[in-house]
């Protein structure tokens, strides 16, 4: 099993900054990929960010150059840093851990966390 636990999110102005973090504990051999997805009221989730192994990155267009995406994966640890916020970017901010291999297992596991919100406004 993963516990996923964020942090980070708050209330910030448009044009500022908030960094989101996502600590991963539990029993499992690896991770495969860490991501962030977001959703607001009355839309589906979407993905945000995700690294994909050691480095590989992919981000939603509506982010590309306001956010980035690190990962830590000596401390089991996500990172969003989100700059340039937009009153667009408000949502429930959920980190995604895929690809988790248990032990005796094929890394075929997906599990998420509870979420933190992200609220741009003025």
């Known amino acids: 099993q993963v516990q996923l636990v964020e942090s980070g999110g708050g209330l910030v102005q448009p044009g500022g900054s908030l960094r989101l973090s996502c600590a991963a504990s539990?029993?499992?051999?690896?991770?495969?990929?860490m991501g962030w997805y977001r959703q607001a009221p009355g839309k589906e989730r979407e993905l945000v960010a995700i690294?994909?192994?050691?480095?590989?990155?992919n981000y939603a267009d509506s982010v590309k150059g306001r956010f980035t995406i690190s990962r830590d994966n000596a401390k089991n640890m996500v990172y969003l840093q989100m700059n340039s916020l937009k009153p667009e970017d408000t949502a429930v901010y959920f980190c995604?851990?895929?690809?988790?291999?248990?032990?005796?297992?094929?890394?075929?596991?997906?599990?998420w966390g509870h979420g933190t919100q992200v609220t741009v406004s003025s």
């Open positions: 995604n851990a895929a690809s988790v291999r248990l032990v005796g297992t094929p890394p075929i596991y997906n599990y």
């Open positions: 539990g029993s499992f051999v690896r991770i495969g990929a």
């Open positions: 690294v994909i192994g050691e480095a590989g990155t």
